[in-house]
């Protein structure tokens, strides 16, 4: 919608072929966007080659886990010249690859046509129109502009950025730190807590993404405390949701199937901790999440967990 409030044709492709003929047919999607109605411009088509025959932009957004697999048979179809732009939140499991990395292997794309896009962007609140901004990274210059004019509207103000790690890694850790303040939320923790969480998570981003190549001054931006204030503000945010159902007592899979969507976090807070791990970088909230996702923790340790570290000066 927002492409083509912004003047482009959008096709889009969806695995759910009466979706996709819903959105050609009535430009609405009712299982995603319940009584949203989609601009003319945006029509649907189940055929993902034809999808993407043409496109000036290939725009991705299905699960980081599900992108190589779904991009993988769309190689030879991508138009000589377009870009591919990820709006994923997530590291790929088993490779720990950032979603950029995996779009341009999987598309056999050279880094400068591929773009992400990463910032406070709610989807909820996007197809309302409401007032957002928001950053188009890539290691080429003219591609970041490209994507960022094709998305610019009244309601929505992407700014350009060169940093891909940094961009990237601030999308994808935030749903880690959301399902932390989630979890303290779930156990009646108040707002200390929050920003507690929020602030030492937004240290813990930093660090990694230094690690990694990232440049400081793309964490304290939109894509990092910007984003990371939507997600653990909202309670329409999946992460958020599903840390507060864990943090009420709920097991993971009874947290997932009452969250609805997909929680990234879930599964990118291994591969995060992996990619630490092997750059010798400290991560304790985002190990913390782990161990009580996937190690059995129980979410009553974590916080002695968190507070009972050694003592040490603020910073980095
Ligand atoms: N929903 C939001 O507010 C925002 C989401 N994102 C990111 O966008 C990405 C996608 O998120 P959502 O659209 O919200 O997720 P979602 O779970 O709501 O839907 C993703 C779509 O992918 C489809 N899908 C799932 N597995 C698939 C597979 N194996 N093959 C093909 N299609 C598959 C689903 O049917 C659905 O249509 C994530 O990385 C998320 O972090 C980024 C910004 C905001
Ligand atoms: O990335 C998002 C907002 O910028 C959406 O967050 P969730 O994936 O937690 O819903």
């Known amino acids: 919608a927002v492409l083509a409030d912004a003047g482009c044709d959008v096709t889009v492709w969806g695995r759910d072929a009466a979706v996709c003929e819903a959105i050609a047919r009535d430009h609405r999607n009712e299982r995603y966007l319940p009584g949203v109605d989609l601009p003319a411009r945006v029509t649907g088509e189940a055929d993902p080659a034809a999808a993407v025959a043409g496109a000036d932009l290939v725009v991705v957004a299905v699960p980081s886990q599900s992108a190589r697999a779904v991009l993988t048979p769309l190689a030879g179809a991508v138009a000589p010249g377009a870009v591919a732009v990820s709006l994923m939140k997530g590291v790929e499991l088993a490779t720990d690859r950032r979603m950029s990395e995996v779009v341009g292997e999987a598309l056999a794309l050279p880094a400068g046509r591929v773009a992400v896009l990463s910032g406070p962007n709610l989807a909820a609140e996007i197809a309302a129109r409401q007032p957002t901004a928001t950053v188009v990274a890539s290691a080429d210059a003219g591609t970041a502009e490209r994507v960022a004019a094709a998305c610019a509207t009244g309601y929505f103000r992407p700014y350009t950025n060169d940093d891909v790690v940094g961009v990237e890694l601030c999308g994808a850790v935030k749903n880690v730190i959301a399902l932390a303040v989630g979890i303290s939320q779930g156990r009646g923790l108040g707002y200390n807590t929050m920003a507690t969480i929020i602030t030492r998570g937004l240290v813990e981003i930093t660090r990694l993404g230094l690690a990694l190549g990232a440049k400081a001054e793309t964490f304290p931006g939109l894509a990092g405390m910007g984003d990371l204030m939507a997600t653990c503000a909202s309670p329409d945010s999946r992460n958020h949701r599903l840390g507060l159902a864990i943090g009420r007592g709920l097991s993971l899979d009874e947290a997932v199937a009452t969250t609805g969507g997909t929680a990234e976090g879930v599964k990118s807070s291994r591969s995060v901790l992996d990619l630490a791990e092997r750059a ?37």
Do not use: N, S, Y
């Open 280 to 316: 010798g970088v400290e991560m304790p909230i985002t190990h913390a999440v782990v161990q009580v996702l996937h190690e059995g923790l129980p979410v009553d340790a974590l916080a002695p967990l968190l507070l009972g570290r050694p003592r040490k000066a603020e910073g980095l």
